[in-house]
């Protein structure tokens, strides 16, 4: 992006001449600038003090450098976001699924099919010649 030629600190300044009664032709042919350029600095700086526009740009700063980091970030660390929340949606679907099964009181035979299922719900041998 374009830097100003003029700090905040002048652009302020234009902007309180052009509240103090100033015409905008007038201003933007002494300043050097076009009378869109002057409504841009009315719309972005408009009404504001020296202190908030240099709090302002330094947000804005503070915004760019974040963006690069986001953007310069390697592109592995995106495919496994991507594979980990594919993963952890699936996973989710499963356990919705069966929820949902259990609690229509269908589809009992997934549970079968587990053997730790079938382990418990099995009596084995030493069990019935232990209790008899």
Do not use: C, Y
Not at 45 to 72: C, N, P, T, Y
Not at 90 to 99: K, P
Request: no cysteine.
């Amino acid at each position: 992006m374009k830097r100003s030629r003029l700090s905040e600190e002048q652009i302020i300044g234009i902007l309180r001449e052009h509240e103090a009664g100033a015409k905008t032709a007038d201003l933007a042919r002494q300043h050097g600038a076009s009378e869109a350029t002057l409504s841009n600095w009315q719309a972005r700086f408009g009404g504001m003090d020296v202190s908030e526009a240099r709090r302002l740009k330094q947000l804005e700063d503070e915004s760019a450098k974040l963006k690069r980091i986001v953007a310069d970030r390697p592109a592995d660390l995106d495919k496994h976001i991507v594979r980990h929340s594919a993963r952890r949606r699936t996973m989710q679907n499963n356990i919705d699924t069966r929820e949902n099964d259990l609690n229509v009181g269908r589809n009992w035979d997934h549970l079968w099919q587990s053997p730790i299922m079938f382990a418990a719900l099995t009596v084995s041998p030493e069990a019935v010649r232990l209790s008899g």
